[in-house]
């Protein structure tokens, strides 16, 4: 799980912003993390292995008033300063969460039609066929979708253009927010990485492409039909994921195991619904668990169980 965030501010420089929403995002991962910036059609990266902290040496030569940043939690590649995100190609950069599985083909055709690689990651082929498709017909939003259609994994992505005062997110099988401040418009990865001004959000479906200048947002599906942005009210408070004076996340949620088990637990048995899902889950010819990372497993180790009851 790898924390993303992006920002297009009206006016005034976004990277002060975007370093904010790392912090805020740094439960998601922690091995590396990384901002770009544009300002005058220039993109520039500051990345570095460690957490998001190591950033501050060398960021404050970043400007602009669009950035994006990422906090990674490996899974292709070491953490390095050279596999940490934002990657760029040509004249696009991107910051990714997921796995995307035929990187491999994608890299090795990419790598014929020119293109090198420097990192061990999934995720720089994303920039590269981005930028192949932009070479190619000129039209961003075009190019977006064209290369996403080609990906298969799971990808939250935001994609950031030399060329245009924005950002494009994307969202295909991993977690993504919108958020509306009065001085500019956030994509990330999840609502606790929002700042309490964004007091409205819009939350992408799978296979949204959305587009935003600061200005004006629009939604679109992957073979580029509009799609609605429905914009919904949020108060912050609800959503706040801090440490809890504990010195990092995984401490935390270790500690507090025991804890959320039983508030689980009890939450379920309060309100009946254990014995509603025992009685659905009785009569199911198929039970399909779902999960990423920590719930993956958790389901994995579930699967037993639900296999004996079932036999
Ligand atoms: N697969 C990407 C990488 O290893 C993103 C990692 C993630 O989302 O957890 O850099």
């Known amino acids: 799980m790898c924390g993303i965030i992006g920002l297009v501010k009206r006016q005034g420089d976004a990277v002060g912003d975007v370093y904010e929403g ?8 922690y091995d590396s993390a990384g901002i ?6 220039a993109i520039d990266v ?10 501050l040496g060398g960021i404050g030569n970043l400007r602009g008033r669009v950035a994006m940043g990422h906090t990674r ?5 070491e953490p390095s300063d050279v596999n940490a995100h934002p990657h760029v190609a040509g004249k696009i950069a991107i910051v990714h969460n997921g796995i995307i599985e035929n990187h491999r083909a994608l890299t090795k ?9 420097l990192s061990d990651t999934d995720s720089e082929a994303i920039a590269a066929l981005i930028d192949f498709y932009y070479r190619e017909s000129g039209d961003l939003l075009r190019a977006v979708a064209s290369a996403v259609n080609r990906l298969q994994g799971s990808f939250s992505l935001c994609v950031m253009c030399a060329d245009f005062e924005g950002l494009i997110a994307v969202r295909y099988k991993s977690s993504q927010a919108i958020g509306f401040a009065p001085y500019g418009v956030f994509v990330a990865s999840d609502i606790p990485a929002l700042p309490p001004s964004s007091r409205e959000i819009f939350l992408p479906d799978d296979g949204t492409i959305t587009l935003t200048d600061g200005l004006k947002t629009q939604a679109y599906d992957f073979s580029l039909n509009p ?3 429905v914009r919904r009210a949020i108060s912050h408070g609800q959503w706040s994921a801090d440490k809890g004076g504990y010195p ?13 088990v039983k508030d689980t637990v009890d939450g379920i048995t309060r309100c009946g619904c254990m014995k509603k899902c025992a009685e659905i889950l009785g009569g199911a010819r ?26």
């Not at 055709?109 to 690689?117: H, N, P, T």
Request: with cysteine; charged share 25%.
């Open 36 to 41: 770009a910036s544009l300002s005058g059609g």
């Open 22 to 29: 790392l912090k805020r995002l740094e439960y998601r991962g």
């Open 109 to 117: 055709e990419l790598e014929s039609g020119g293109y090198a690689f």
């Open 227 to 229: 799609k609605k942005c």
């Open 248 to 260: 990092h996340f995984m401490l935390k949620e270790i500690e507090e195991a025991e804890r959320t």
């Open 46 to 55: 500051f990345k570095r292995k460690g957490g998001v902290d190591s950033l």
């Open 286 to 311: 198929d039970i399909i668990i779902t999960g990423c990372g920590t719930a993956y497993n958790s389901g994995l180790a579930a699967l037993p169980y639900f296999e004996h009851v079932g036999a």
């Open 73 to 77: 939690w490996a899974t292709h590649g």
